[in-house]
């Protein structure tokens, strides 16, 4: 080849590059690596309540524990301690994907600092409220962790699906009396502690709560169960069975059911039943 053909060839290549060649591209710079030296790797781990808040100390917080896959060995364990976080942001506030949702403002999560060697894979799990074991759910994840990459913002998000549903009327494991007019009353909050009412952030209307009360294993009366206008509590009246109809006690149990949302709970109490009122 001439060179002057030689020479045409190469600007236009420089001009106009071959189909498929797209020229350098941008990356984001490995960081430097000491192959043999364990790095410091940096994991936030955040329990939410599913569709609410950050589980924070009002509710006693969450237990989570890392575990290694490989070897079962517990790499990490403690617990997330802290606020619920902001309602406005977490609720209301629209975001792109990549923007952090519950570390925009202050929230309660758990911190750990790992010096890996090598890309390890773990099971995270979370257990909470720990302030409520009756409405305690668990959770878990599988994740690689990699030497070096810290998990920033939200850090890993694991939600625990469910209600704190406590009875509060009558009081639990006292007696009752037969034939007596007695109101149901029970409070039903999120796992993070959010009330849950009618026009709120954890609309009632949107949502299935009523009462049963048991006997054995039968359902002896089911209860509408209503907002009683204050807190989170709602209520129904309801009439004591007969001694003979119930003669060692009665369980008043309160079912909450979310099925949109994926949110399920029961709060439930056992009650001894008196044929007449004791003389004091």
């Not at 781990?45 to 060995?73: P, Y």
């Not at 799990?125 to 939200?154: F, H, K």
Request: glycine fraction near 8%; include cysteine; charged fraction near 15%.
């Amino acid at each position: 080849m001439s060179p002057f053909r030689l020479t045409l060839v190469l600007l236009s290549c420089l001009f106009f590059p071959p189909h498929g060649f797209s020229g350098p591209v941008d990356l984001a710079p490995l960081p430097p690596v000491q192959l043999t030296t364990p790095q410091p790797t940096k994991i936030i781990v955040r329990v939410v309540a599913h569709g609410a808040m950050v589980l924070g100390s009002d509710v006693g917080g969450a237990r989570i524990t890392i575990t290694d896959v490989a070897n079962g060995e517990v790499l990490a364990t403690g617990l997330q301690q802290g606020e619920a976080g902001d309602q406005n942001q977490i609720m209301r506030t629209p975001r792109m994907m990549d923007e952090p949702q519950y570390s925009a403002r202050a929230s309660a999560s758990f911190t750990t600092t790992l010096n890996l060697t090598h890309p390890t894979l773990v099971d995270i799990t979370a257990e909470g409220p720990l302030a409520y074991p009756a409405a305690a759910q668990r959770a878990s994840q599988r994740v690689w962790l990699i030497p070096g990459q810290d998990m920033t913002n939200d850090g890993l998000v694991l939600a625990l699906h469910g209600y704190i549903v406590q009875i509060e009327h009558p009081t639990p494991h006292k007696p009752l009396i037969a034939r007596d007019d007695v109101v149901l009353r029970a409070s039903i909050r999120t796992l993070s502690g959010s009330l849950v009412r009618p026009h709120g952030d954890w609309d009632s209307r949107k949502i299935h709560i009523y009462g049963e009360v048991r006997i054995g294993n039968r359902v002896h009366e089911r209860l509408q169960m209503f907002y009683s206008g204050r807190n989170a509590e709602f209520e129904a009246p309801f009439f004591v069975p007969l001694f003979n109809d119930a003669p060692n006690s009665l369980t008043l149990r309160v079912i909450v059911a979310d099925p949109a949302g994926g949110n399920f709970g029961i709060g439930d109490a056992t009650f001894p039943i008196l044929i007449e009122r004791p003389e004091y």
